[in-house]
């Protein structure tokens, strides 16, 4: 790296005695190659210049430092290293201050901590998050960290992977003073001159010891045995006990050296890959063709059409970003029983105790019930929620159509119906999309943004702006039955039917699955979600299928009993007096049985492996077919779409991910295998062919 890059991502400038040295390396000031040679050559300058007293560190837009570059990891390390500069800085024999007015994280707040003194502004952001990249803080963080703050503050920080504001920064040891306003280098500099007209010296965390070491380690203790029940397979939380019991044990330097090398291990690890790949991946969703291409349009008022539980569950997550919402049911008890579902999500809260009857209050303010199609007239977006069924819909957008001002944006929630249908009900289909929300649509973090054929660029633009106010994870999706999730889901669902069919009970797939990292198996989710829900789908379904296409009955024959899963009691699991963690039912293993029988199936054994092996070739291979089609941008918004609507788990970075991970030869070997013995569902996707044969990964298409 030369000197001038270096140079112009750190500068140095003599203040009197203060040497300011600031970091500017945009977006969030992280500590890439360049950085840290600056840092480490600014603090060479400090010792070796005597008209420098005290240097004073700060980051210049609006973050101090976010951290490693995370972009690095995974390629060859290059000098210096960042515990080689976080030492460098401690070892300084003239005062170090770190003024901190945005995020301080992971990296970053070990640099601070190798400072001697630290400043927060009131923006500031204080954190050790490198767990939810499957890391461990890797620069003296482990070992400084509890010196600072206490061993139980520091793990459970590092353990949650949260932030702390600057007051609970201070309140927990991390920062010494705190300043008001936005001007960090003049509040910098007034702290470095109090601290020199004090005559204060060099003050090392590492020369901290650790009060009451045999509490600690109790401490300690507690924290590794609470960890192991909660991180449901993941590598790096129980590794950060491990290095803190290192920082309590043994010296600072062995302990740093401990840190290392742990660091390692987890920097090696796929769970590494596959957070980091997922952190990239939900930054990069947002960056679609359309919003190059147009501004969002404004919008300040919305309407929400239909009071169900959708409808609701959109209305609360629209009056929680402030936004005025008018609802609108066809008639006075409808519109009734929408209210009560919104006000039932506040009460909840309230009964909780994290929501105030006040703010409660406050908030259906801005909540205004209507009959009256002609009351949204003033409205800059609409989100309509009715009943699945497109002539329905389509009744729903001539009225809108209707009393709309022109430049509205017009939204449907639709799952699976045509969107081209539903905007050839106006006169305006450049103004139609669909915002197909999750349920509960005030939680779920996934927002699947459909693009219809004439829907203009602008109002993409709109449906992402409208996703980030809502503080949703907006993925684009062209119009097809199921769009991406919902498409897939059926696939790989389908999959494992014939898996269930073919010998492997409905709780040995859902075990397999949950042991894969999913927090609940298909058998269990269809239970949860209702298993009339996709009853009717197949139902639907059932004229347009491929009569040669192999169909499992086993589901219809649960759903004939009236046995729709947890809200009937029962489903395939047996859920007594209301229990929410079904048990095994041996009369639906009776249905299995019988449904083998009657199509003359053998059963055979699968092991765990076996039954994923199934399971994801079937979500990687349409995954691969719904990127082909540009149903899906990049293999990435696969990825994305799954780990926030679906419960894959994240440490495996989504289906596209994980495929390049196992190597796509293998996967399509094993669809090929599986063809063998039904050709037409185990027909590899053509872009997945393809890509093996040029030698390529899914990654490979993820830059547009
Ligand atoms: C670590 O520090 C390990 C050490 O312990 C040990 C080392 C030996 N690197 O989120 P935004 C990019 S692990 C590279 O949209 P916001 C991001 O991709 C690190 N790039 O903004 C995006 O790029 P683009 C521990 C980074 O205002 C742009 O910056 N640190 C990094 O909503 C804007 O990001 C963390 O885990 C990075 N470290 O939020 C902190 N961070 O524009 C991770 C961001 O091309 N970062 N980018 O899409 C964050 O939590 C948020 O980015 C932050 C800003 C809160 C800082």
């Given at each position: 790296?030369?000197?001038?890059?270096?140079?112009?991502?750190?500068?140095?400038?003599l203040?009197?005695?203060?040497?300011v040295?600031?970091?500017?390396?945009?977006?969030?000031n992280?500590?890439?190659?360049?950085?840290?040679?600056?840092?480490?050559?600014?603090?060479?300058?400090?010792?070796?210049d005597?008209?420098?007293?005290?240097?004073?560190?700060?980051?210049?837009?609006?973050?101090?430092?976010?951290?490693?570059?995370?972009?690095?990891?995974?390629?060859?390390?290059?000098?210096?290293?960042l515990?080689?500069v976080?030492?460098?800085?401690?070892?300084?024999?003239?005062?170090?201050?770190?003024?901190?007015?945005?995020?301080?994280?992971?990296g970053?707040?070990?640099?601070?901590?190798?400072?001697?003194?630290?400043?927060?502004?009131?923006?500031?952001?204080l954190?050790?998050?490198?767990?939810?990249?499957g890391?461990l803080?890797?620069?003296?963080?482990?070992?400084?960290?509890?010196?600072?703050?206490?061993?139980?503050?520091?793990?459970?920080?590092?353990?949650?992977?949260?932030?702390?504001?600057?007051k609970?920064?201070?309140?927990?040891?991390?920062?010494?003073?705190?300043?008001?306003?936005?001007?960090?280098?003049?509040?910098?500099?007034?702290?470095?001159?109090?601290?020199?007209?004090?005559?204060?010296?060099?003050?090392?965390?590492?020369?901290?010891?650790?009060?009451?070491?045999a509490?600690?380690?109790?401490?300690?203790d507690?924290?590794?045995?609470?960890?192991a029940?909660?991180?449901?397979?993941?590598?790096?939380?129980?590794?950060?006990?491990?290095?803190?019991?290192?920082?309590?044990?043994?010296?600072?330097?062995?302990?740093?050296?401990?840190?290392?090398?742990?660091?390692?291990?987890?920097?090696?690890?796929?769970?590494?890959?596959?957070l980091?790949?997922?952190?990239?991946?939900?930054?990069?969703?947002?960056?679609i063709?359309?919003?190059?291409?147009?501004?969002?349009?404004?919008?300040?008022?919305?309407?929400i059409?239909?009071?169900?539980?959708?409808?609701?569950?959109?209305?609360?997550?629209?009056?929680?970003?402030?936004?005025p919402?008018?609802?609108?049911?066809?008639?006075?008890?409808?519109?009734?029983?929408?209210?009560?579902?919104?006000?039932?999500?506040?009460?909840?809260?309230?009964?909780?105790g994290?929501?105030?009857?006040?703010?409660?209050?406050?908030?259906m303010?801005?909540?205004?019930?209507?009959?009256?199609?002609?009351?949204?007239?003033?409205?800059?977006?609409?989100?309509?929620?009715?009943?699945?069924?497109?002539?329905?819909?389509?009744?729903?957008?001539?009225?809108?159509?209707?009393?709309?001002?022109?430049?509205?944006?017009?939204?449907?929630?639709?799952?699976?119906?045509?969107?081209?249908?539903?905007?050839?009900?106006?006169?305006?289909?450049?103004?139609?999309?669909?915002?197909?929300?999750?349920?509960?649509?005030?939680?779920?973090?996934?927002?699947?943004?459909?693009?219809?054929?004439k829907?203009?660029p602008?109002?993409?633009?709109?449906a992402?702006?409208?996703?980030?106010?809502?503080?949703?994870?907006?993925?684009?999706?062209?119009?097809?039955?199921?769009?991406?999730g919902?498409?897939?889901?059926?696939?790989?669902?389908?999959?494992?039917?014939?898996?269930?069919?073919?010998?492997?009970?409905?709780y040995?797939?859902?075990?397999?699955?949950r042991?894969?990292?999913?927090?609940?198996?298909?058998?269990?989710?269809?239970d949860l979600?209702?298993?009339?829900?996709?009853w009717?789908?197949?139902?639907?379904?059932?004229?347009?299928?491929?009569p040669?296409?192999?169909?499992?009955?086993?589901?219809?024959?649960?759903?004939?009993?009236?046995?729709?899963?947890?809200?009937?009691?029962?489903?395939?699991?047996?859920?007594?007096?209301?229990?929410?963690?079904?048990?095994?039912?041996?009369?639906?293993?009776?249905?299995?049985?019988?449904?083998?029988a009657?199509?003359?199936?053998?059963?055979?054994?699968?092991?765990?492996?076996?039954?994923?092996?199934?399971?994801?070739?079937?979500?990687?291979?349409?995954?691969?077919?719904?990127?082909?089609?540009?149903?899906?941008?990049?293999?990435?918004?696969?990825?994305?779409?799954?780990?926030?609507?679906?419960?894959?788990?994240r440490?495996?970075?989504?289906?596209m991910?994980?495929?390049?991970?196992?190597?796509?030869?293998?996967?399509?070997?094993?669809?090929?295998?599986?063809?063998?013995?039904?050709?037409?569902?185990?027909?590899?996707?053509?872009?997945?062919?393809?890509?093996?044969?040029?030698?390529?990964?899914?990654?490979?298409?993820?830059?547009?």
């Open positions: 790296m030369s000197q001038e890059v270096q140079a112009s991502v750190v500068h140095t400038r203040d009197g005695e203060v040497l040295v600031s970091i500017n390396n945009p977006p969030v992280a500590l890439g190659q360049a950085v840290r040679a600056g840092l480490l050559a600014a603090v060479e300058q400090a010792a070796g005597a008209a420098v007293r005290c240097v004073l560190l700060v980051g210049e837009g609006k973050a101090f430092i976010a951290g490693a570059d995370i972009r690095e990891f995974g390629k060859p390390a290059m000098p210096p290293s515990p080689e976080c030492n460098r800085i401690e070892a300084l024999d003239k005062p170090v201050v770190a003024a901190i007015h945005g995020p301080a994280l992971g970053g707040l070990e640099v601070a901590m190798s400072a001697h003194y630290r400043l927060a502004l009131p923006a500031a952001k954190g050790l998050p490198e767990v939810t990249l890391l803080p890797g620069a003296g963080g482990t070992q400084r960290a509890p010196r600072l703050m206490g061993v139980k503050a520091a793990t459970e920080l590092m353990l949650g992977g949260k932030h702390l504001s600057a609970a920064a201070q309140a927990a040891g991390l920062v010494d003073k705190l300043a008001e306003g936005q001007d960090v280098l003049a509040a910098g500099l007034a702290y470095a001159r109090e601290l020199l007209a004090q005559g204060a010296q060099p003050r090392r965390t590492r020369d901290i010891e650790i009060a009451d070491k509490a600690a380690l109790a401490e300690l507690a924290l590794a045995a609470d960890t029940k909660k991180s449901r397979g993941l590598f790096s939380p129980a590794k950060i006990v491990e290095c803190v019991r290192a920082a309590v044990e043994l010296p600072f330097d062995e302990g740093l050296a401990r840190e290392r090398a742990l660091f390692t291990e987890c920097l090696d690890s796929p769970q590494r890959a596959g980091v790949h997922a952190f990239f991946a939900e930054r990069e969703v947002v960056k063709p359309e919003a190059k291409a147009a501004a969002p349009r404004a919008f300040a008022k919305i309407a059409i239909g009071g169900g539980t959708m409808g609701a569950g959109i209305t609360v997550s629209a009056l929680d970003a402030g936004l919402v008018v609802m609108i049911e066809r008639d006075a008890e409808s519109i009734a029983r929408g209210q009560a579902n919104v006000e039932k999500v506040y009460d909840g809260l309230i009964a909780r994290r929501m105030t009857a006040e703010a409660k209050a406050a908030v303010a801005r909540y205004t019930p209507s009959t009256s199609y002609d009351d949204i007239g003033d409205v800059d977006l609409v989100i309509e929620a009715v009943f699945e069924d497109l002539e329905v819909k389509k009744a729903v957008f001539k009225e809108l159509d209707r009393v709309c001002r022109k430049g509205a944006v017009l939204a449907t929630n639709t799952s699976y119906l045509d969107i081209d249908a539903i905007a050839a009900a106006t006169s305006r289909p450049e103004d139609v999309i669909g915002l197909h929300f999750f349920s509960p649509a005030n939680i779920m973090k996934l927002l699947e943004i459909v693009v219809p054929a829907v203009a602008d109002v993409v633009a709109t992402f702006e409208l996703a980030k106010k809502l503080k949703k994870v907006p993925v684009r999706a062209g119009v097809c039955d199921g769009f991406i919902n498409r897939i889901l059926a696939i790989y669902k389908q999959a494992a039917d014939y898996i269930m069919e073919d010998g492997a009970s409905p040995e797939i859902d075990e397999a699955v042991g894969f990292g999913y927090p609940m198996g298909p058998f269990q989710v269809t979600a209702g298993g009339d829900i996709g009717a789908t197949r139902k639907r379904r059932a004229a347009t299928r491929d040669k296409a192999r169909y499992v009955e086993i589901a219809d024959r649960v759903c004939e009993q009236g046995w729709f899963g947890q809200k009937t009691g029962r489903g395939f699991y047996l859920y007594p007096q209301g229990v929410r963690v079904g048990q095994a039912d041996p009369e639906v293993l009776a249905i299995v049985d019988a449904e083998r009657k199509k003359g199936i053998t059963p055979r054994k699968f092991t765990a492996d076996e039954i994923m092996r199934r399971y994801m070739a079937a979500m990687v291979n349409e995954g691969a077919k719904v990127v082909e089609e540009g149903i899906a941008l990049r293999p990435l918004d696969v990825d994305v779409t799954f780990i926030s609507g679906y419960g894959f788990p440490h495996r970075g989504g289906p991910k994980w495929a390049d991970m196992q190597g796509l030869e293998k996967v399509l070997a094993d669809i090929r295998e599986f063809a063998k013995e039904d050709a037409l569902f185990w027909k590899p996707a053509p872009l997945l062919e393809k890509l093996v044969a040029e030698g390529k990964s899914f990654e490979s298409l993820n830059s547009l």
